[in-house]
């Protein structure tokens, strides 16, 4: 089911600095971690970050780790992906997902997913 919506992508250049963000679309009921995860053309979708519910637990992917953050705000319903220092191996699909459990989020579990939104990192 696609209840999320991610925003905030675009056409950057390298060694810039994004935000992406995700909102509900739809009711979510219940303590759910968040993720992004991402596609780029002709790779797999792989994981790039994630938060448990409550914000104090995060897991990150080695190649954003140290120039990423996942934050969110449970009172608005967004969780939002802090990226800099972006390099052109970055550009994908970045997709939102969420599921109950962040240990199974981080290994690809997921409940809800987002359409995508689409990052270019020009070199």
């Known amino acids: 089911q696609f209840l999320l919506v991610e925003s905030g992508g675009g056409l950057v250049q390298a060694g810039d600095s994004l935000r992406l963000s995700c909102a509900n679309s739809g009711r979510i009921y219940g303590a759910f971690s968040k993720a992004w995860f991402r596609q780029a053309p002709g790779k797999d979708r792989e994981f790039v970050a994630a938060i448990n519910f409550e914000g104090s637990d995060t897991e990150y992917a080695d190649s954003v780790k140290g120039r990423s953050t996942i934050s969110r705000d449970n009172a608005k319903d967004t969780v939002s992906l802090k990226m800099d220092n972006l390099k052109p191996e970055d550009t994908a699909v970045y997709y939102c997902?969420?599921?109950?459990?962040?240990?199974?989020?981080?290994?690809?579990?997921?409940?809800?997913w987002g359409r995508g939104t689409q990052v270019t990192v020009s070199s």
């Open positions: 997902a969420a599921h109950p459990s962040l240990s199974q989020l981080v290994k690809g579990t997921v409940t809800y």
